[in-house]
C-alpha cells in the first residue's frame, strides 16, 4: 500500500510506501536506534526518515503505521518503539547482573571448538573409521562443528548497582556523635556586600629584609640613623 506526499499546492508529489514505514516501526523496536542503520535497511536518505516524523506529527493522515494492532502516527510509533527498546536493554542487563551469560570461547580471535571426549580418545584412523572428525572436533546433528562455550559473571559494580534496589540489602552508614555541653547549630549568614563605597584602602608594603652583605655596604652614618 502506497500513499501520497502532499506539496505546497496540495498537489502530490511523491508516493510513500507504507510498508517503509511500518518496516521503520519494526526496526526501531527491535533495538535498531541508529538512524542510519534504520536508513540503510530501508535504502532510503536518513533525512526522509526525519521528514517522515515531521509530517506524522503534524497529524498527516498519510503517514500512519500499526504497531501491536492499532494504527497510529508513525511518530507516535517510532516514540512507543524506542521505549520498548529501552525497556528490552534494561531486562537484559537485569539478567545479565543475576545470571550471568554464556559467550563462545575466544583464543587469539578465534572461536575454539569444542572436543568430543570419545573421539579424543582415540587414534585419527579410528576415529575417521567410526564416523568421528579427524580432529575429535564434537558434531552435531548436521555435522557442524560445536564450538566451545564458557560463563560470565556479572561485574561486581553491576550487581551491586541492582541490589540497591531493595530497600534491605542497601548500604546505610550511621554516625552517632556525643556531644557534652551547650550546642548550637545554625548557618552563618554573611553582610551584604555594598559596592558604592570607595575601596579600602590598601596597606602600606611590607619593609623587605636586607642580607648582611648589603648592610656592609652602607655608609657609617646611615647605620647610624637606621
Known amino acids: 500500500m502506497t500513499a501520497y506526499e502532499m506539496g505546497d499546492n496540495n498537489m502530490p508529489v511523491r508516493k510513500i510506501s507504507t510498508e517503509k514505514l511500518q518496516a521503520c516501526v519494526d526496526l526501531v523496536a527491535s533495538g535498531i536506534l541508529k538512524l ?5 535497511a530501508l535504502d532510503v536518505n536518513p533525512d526522509t526518515i526525519r521528514k517522515w516524523k515531521v509530517r506524522s506529527n503534524r497529524g498527516d493522515p498519510a503517514f500512519e503505521a500499526e504497531f501491536f494492532g492499532e494504527i497510529m502516527q508513525f511518530a507516535r510509533a ?5 521505549r520498548l527498546a529501552m ?12 545470571h550471568g551469560r554464556e559467550r563462545r ?5 578465534q572461536f575454539v571448538p569444542k572436543l568430543d571426549p570419545i573421539a579424543f580418545a582415540l587414534d585419527e584412523p579410528t576415529r575417521i573409521l567410526c564416523g568421528y572428525h579427524p580432529l575429535a572436533y564434537a558434531l552435531d546433528e548436521k555435522g557442524a562443528v560445536i564450538w566451545n562455550t564458557e560463563h560470565v ?5 553491576l550487581l551491586d548497582r541492582f541490589l540497591q534496589t531493595f530497600p534491605e540489602l542497601q548500604t546505610v552508614s550511621t554516625t552517632t556523635l556525643n556531644v557534652r555541653g551547650g550546642l548550637n547549630v545554625g548557618v552563618g549568614i554573611m ?11 590598601l596597606p602600606p608594603a611590607p619593609v623587605m629584609p636586607m642580607r648582611r652583605s648589603c648592610l656592609s655596604r652602607l655608609p657609617t652614618r646611615a647605620l647610624l640613623i637606621s
Open 105 to 109: 570461547t575466544l583464543c587469539q580471535g
Open 191 to 201: 553582610p551584604k556586600v555594598d559596592y558604592t563605597r570607595e575601596p579600602p584602602p
Open 87 to 98: 525497556l528490552e536493554l534494561k531486562s537484559t542487563a537485569l539478567q545479565f547482573s543475576i
Open 153 to 157: 559473571d556479572p561485574p561486581t559494580g
Open 78 to 82: 517510532y516514540q512507543i518503539g524506542e
Open 36 to 40: 542510519v542503520d534504520q536508513a540503510r
